[in-house]
């Protein structure tokens, strides 16, 4: 259905129920009970690619670490990876750490009001831009994640909503009046009732107005894109102690977990070879640990890693920029990938 066809009276009906239906069943969600547009922002950065029942456990614990922008944008990466470890897609926490300073710096510490402005801020695209605009600012502008998209297809039967279909459609049914409830009401919609799988029309409060429901199209609304292909790969991971630390390399600044603290990679080489290559001296027998599974997006990577006791020279890992020695107790304080501190933890089983 194109926009232009949307009737004001459908519009009109969907506003009402689906308003109605927020403000009474709407969860108690953190990010729910005040509109600090620093709180928002915060919510919207961890909601990025992860579910809300995750992000539940991390939100506050966040804002106590950094109860403001201020606090974050005077705070060390090192802190704020440490703070978001376990929430990957850890670009997210750099992003945001820097849109802080940003804000800090030129907006006079508060989130810009102009869209321009904070569409301008990093990590910020024009989903969160859509979102802080209208949920903290009450400006009427539309935001469509993944859970409005698959509600408009559907209430408007659209088997392939596309970018431009998309916007026509979410601004021309926003609510003028609740510009923020109604973007909230729409995601809520979609993952709670429009859920992808088994949607439950029979409890959903705009059926009696929806196409896809009144055509039996349901279930193939949105059609579903191509999946793409889960590669695998195998990394080999040297886990060098000595002296009760071990040794950790700080990952490149793009690619998959950029700048992390992390086990080196010994690539082909065995592990005593590598360690000869970064100048240490092996001291014992290699140790296989258990290996580590581990999911990204589109990667499913085998982490295999070998202890092996080493002897350091002094001048090996001593600057802290892409090399340092950590000691064990240390390590809880160092934000590491989920893989890495299972691999820690073993090695910490091995070495007790
Ligand atoms: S009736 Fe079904 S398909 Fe239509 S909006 Fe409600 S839950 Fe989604």
């Known amino acids: 259905m194109k926009p232009d066809f949307i009737s004001p009276a459908t519009v009109m009906r969907f506003h009402r129920a689906l308003l109605a239906h927020y403000d009474q069943a709407a969860r108690d969600l953190p990010w729910r009970r005040d509109k600090d547009p620093y709180r928002i922002l915060v919510s919207e950065?961890?909601?990025?690619?992860?579910?809300v029942e995750t992000v539940?456990?991390?939100?506050?614990?966040?804002?106590?670490?950094?109860?403001?922008?201020?606090?974050?944008?005077?705070?060390?990466?090192?802190?704020?990876?440490?703070?978001?470890?376990?929430?990957?897609?850890?670009?997210?926490?750099?992003?945001?750490?820097?849109?802080?300073?940003?804000?800090?710096?030129?907006?006079?510490?508060?989130?810009?009001?102009?869209?321009?402005e904070l569409r301008a801020l990093p990590g910020v695209g024009e989903y969160t831009?859509?979102?802080v605009a209208s949920i903290a600012f009450d400006i009427p502008t539309p935001a469509v994640d993944g859970n409005v998209r698959r509600v408009l297809a559907r209430f408007f039967d659209e088997e392939r909503p596309g970018p431009a279909w998309l916007r026509g459609v979410a601004r021309e049914t926003l609510?003028?009046?609740r510009p923020g409830d109604w973007n909230q009401a729409l995601m809520e919609l979609g993952s709670t009732v429009c859920k992808p799988?088994?949607?439950?029309?029979?409890?959903?409060?705009v059926s009696s107005w929806c196409a896809a429901y009144a055509l039996g199209t349901v279930d193939e609304r949105p059609a579903s894109p191509k999946r793409r292909e889960v590669k695998k790969s195998v990394v080999t991971l040297a886990v060098f102690h000595c002296k009760g630390e071990v040794f950790l390399q700080r990952r490149p600044d793009s690619g998959l977990l950029a700048g992390l603290w992390a086990f080196p990679e010994s690539g082909h080489e065995i592990a005593s070879a590598y360690a000869v290559h970064l100048g240490l001296?092996?001291?014992?027998?290699?140790?296989?640990?258990?290996?580590?599974?581990?999911?990204?997006?589109?990667?499913?990577?085998?982490?295999?890693?070998t202890m092996l006791e080493v002897d350091r020279d002094e001048k090996v890992g001593g600057d802290g920029e892409r090399g340092r020695w950590v000691g064990l107790d240390d390590l809880e304080d160092l934000a590491l990938p989920v893989a890495q501190r299972k691999v820690f933890e073993s090695c910490l089983e091995h070495l007790e």
């Open 45 to 51: 950065f961890m909601l990025q690619q992860t579910r």
């Open 56 to 116: 539940v456990r991390y939100y506050e614990p966040w804002l106590e670490r950094f109860p403001s922008l201020l606090a974050l944008a005077e705070a060390n990466e090192d802190e704020v990876l440490k703070a978001w470890e376990g929430l990957g897609y850890y670009r997210r926490a750099r992003n945001l750490h820097q849109a802080a300073r940003i804000i800090v710096e030129s907006h006079s510490g508060s989130v810009p009001m102009d869209m321009e």
């Open 129 to 131: 831009t859509g979102a």
């Open 175 to 177: 609510s003028r009046d």
């Open 197 to 205: 799988r088994s949607p439950r029309c029979d409890r959903c409060p």
């Open 281 to 305: 001296r092996p001291m014992g027998e290699h140790t296989a640990l258990p290996p580590v599974e581990h999911r990204f997006t589109h990667l499913h990577v085998r982490y295999e890693p």
